[in-house]
């Protein structure tokens, strides 16, 4: 059988959670996926340069990175969890709706920072629910869960694509792509390119043609709030209901009923670690631990803050780098691209979920991120070969699909569940992809756009830097957690022998008694 009967009845008892956990995470990749094709047509919009428009990226990811660091705290009660859940997704289609509306750019960012809070708080809370219910078998399920992210990132490009503008593209990044490369295109050098001063870049009929692809997210995304206020209602947690129905850590004891006895117990400290990063400081639990704990969580964090990165900088960057000298494409077929990396995402999490029960997450850690480099490495070399872009553009999303859930389950097993890696690595994921738009932004402005590529491949490398030493520092740490327990047998005293008079039989009376007159005969 493909999936053990243990796990198909941990996921049958938890059906319902686990969907709606699944479907918020859809919203999350609706909001991350629509920046990068509709980027240089709300740079229109609003009026902006690149680098400006850049900030509201940088808005998004920072409320992204709050709401991710907050989001823990919803978590205590499965109220709190969901109605979180819930007006994270309402807001998330909200800010879909107005987004039509920002005419500034301050206005834009604005509405970003509101749907980054709403995705931080959605990614916490998700992920924290996920291993909460499945713990040692969460990787399948996380590998799941992130599938549906690149679901809705894969959905937004191919809404987004049949209302891009054909007059909004970047002139400044062309003229210092030319000057850094030397590849020029004659026919992309023509009036159709407005200077970058110009406000209001594109007439109103192209505004308006791009706001059908908003209000048509909002639309698509209505139904994820829905499902989430269906299982409060399943679970009586609406005012107008009783409250009669188990709450979250019921369900998740009797999902474990399949498990050892001892195990049972975990769930106290674990939600105790992993309610935010303040009550990880202060979690009397945590005393003790080697150095190493605290160093894998740091360790991992970094791996994501690289790969999150990357994906945040391919993602939103790519249309500017195809649509500038030396690929110099057509918007259209430009606007494809976007719509590549999230299928290839959604195809590297869908083929990573059978995947993840087959081999540990290590290995799947080292392959795709040894993939992610070489593919980087060769878009580099290829920079010319818009074939090789597209190809490329899938086998990177194919590599670095599943790095997230792997991290996270290959923390949280060397960890053994204690401690906050969940919002530890969702705090750093957010910090690298808000940190790194905005530095690639700002360079593209200044050094072209092939140094997206550049920066990508730097990143990378550092990221797989991190994760060997991951992998060195788990050994260190198994080692000095066994001779800790090791020493802590040999130091604790033995327990005392219960007297003889109490436990031993009537013919043990006898021996010891015989034993100590003859003891006393030859003394």
């Excluded at 053990?4 to 996921?11: C, D, P, Q």
């Excluded at 139904?223 to 299982?231: C, D, R, T």
């Excluded at 999150?308 to 918007?331: D, K, N, R």
């Amino acid at each position: 059988m493909l999936i053990e009967e243990r796990i198909l009845t941990l996921f049958r008892r938890n059906c319902q959670h686990t969907l709606t956990y699944w479907s918020v995470f859809f919203s999350f990749g609706l909001s991350i996926a629509f920046l990068g094709p509709t980027i240089l047509d709300l740079k229109c919009q609003t009026g902006s340069t690149l680098q400006e428009i850049t900030w509201v990226f940088f808005s998004q990811q920072l409320c992204l990175l709050i709401g991710s660091f907050t989001g823990g705290a919803f978590t205590k009660t499965l109220f709190g969890a969901l109605i979180a859940l819930f007006l994270s997704s309402l807001i998330i289609s909200v800010v879909f709706a107005i987004i039509p509306l920002c005419y500034n750019v301050l206005l834009l960012a604005v509405a970003m920072a509101v749907s980054g809070l709403a995705m931080g708080i959605i990614d916490t809370i998700a992920n924290f629910q996920l291993v909460s219910i499945y713990k040692k078998d969460s990787a399948i399920f996380l590998q799941a869960l992130h599938f549906f992210i690149g679901l809705g990132a894969l959905v937004s490009p191919l809404i987004a694509e049949p209302f891009l503008s054909e007059h909004c593209l970047s002139s400044n990044s062309t003229e210092n792509a030319t000057e850094i490369l030397h590849h020029f295109r004659s026919s992309y050098r023509s009036p159709v390119i407005l200077p970058e001063s110009s406000p209001h870049s594109g007439p109103v009929e192209e505004k308006a043609s791009v706001s059908y692809a908003f209000w048509i997210m909002a639309l698509i995304n209505l139904p994820v709030p829905i499902a989430v206020l269906v299982l409060m209602y399943q679970e009586k947690l609406l005012p107008c209901c009783p409250n009669s129905t188990p709450r979250l850590l019921d369900k998740d004891e009797l999902a474990m009923e399949t498990k050892a006895p001892e195990i049972t117990e975990m769930p106290e400290p674990h939600n105790a670690g992993h309610g935010n990063i303040f009550s990880c400081c202060i979690n009397g639990n945590l005393r003790g631990l080697p150095v190493t704990f605290f160093v894998i969580h740091i360790l991992g964090g970094m791996v994501l803050f690289m790969t999150e990165g990357i994906m945040g900088v391919y993602a939103g960057f790519v249309y500017t780098y195809a649509v500038s000298a030396p690929m110099s494409l057509h918007t259209k077929m430009a606007g494809y691209l976007n719509c590549i990396f999230w299928a290839a995402v959604t195809a590297g999490r869908l083929v990573s979920i059978p995947l993840s029960y087959r081999f540990k997450p290590v290995h799947l850690l080292i392959t795709n991120l040894v993939g992610v480099n070489v593919t980087l490495l060769l878009l580099m070399i290829l920079y010319t070969n818009t074939v090789f872009l597209f190809v490329g553009t899938t086998l990177l999303g194919l590599f670095i699909s599943s790095v997230f859930p792997c991290i996270l389950a290959y923390t949280e097993d060397i960890l053994n569940y204690r401690g906050c890696a969940t919002t530890v690595l969702v705090t750093t994921s957010g910090m690298g992809e808000m940190t790194l738009q905005v530095l690639v932004g700002s360079l593209i402005q200044k050094k072209g756009s092939y140094i997206f590529l550049v920066c990508g491949l730097v990143t990378g490398c550092l990221g797989f830097i991190f994760l060997l030493s991951m992998i060195l520092c788990n050994r260190i740490h198994r080692n000095l957690t066994g001779v800790s327990k090791k020493a802590a047998m040999v130091e604790a005293p033995p327990a005392p022998a219960p007297p003889a008079s109490e436990k031993a039989t009537p013919e043990q009376k006898v021996a010891v008694i015989q034993l100590e007159s003859i003891k006393c005969d030859s003394g």
